[in-house]
């Protein structure tokens, strides 16, 4: 699926882990698809503090030091990054029913609603 050109500059560390949380429960609640970009964005920023959780963990343990911590987290955001950009240009996605409600957000034992 084509869409418009990603942000010409993401930083994932420029909005807290539970900002991005909060966003992407927000479009969820409306019902945004998943191949929506701001979806991308959202699981990219969050991709991006689940990995820097530990990291920084680790520097204030001393058990590593903060340029390879910093070198990590150059990585990590280059990951998040080219996965973004993955979502902008992956024309190989189809469009389905997507799976809503309770099933959707991981519940067991609950009826999906697929719209």
Known sequence: ???SSPPAVFD???ISASS???RLAGLR???VPNGDPRIAQ???GLFYWQTRRPIDKRVAGGLMSQGLADSALD???EMAEAKLREMYTDESETAGPAVRG???AG???AAAVVS
């Open 1 to 3: 699926m084509t869409t």
């Open 12 to 14: 994932p560390a420029s």
């Open 20 to 22: 991005w949380g909060s």
């Open 29 to 31: 609640s409306h019902r």
């Open 42 to 44: 959202c699981e990219a």
């Open 75 to 77: 990585k990590v955001r």
């Open 102 to 104: 309770p099933a959707a």
């Open 107 to 109: 519940c067991e034992n």
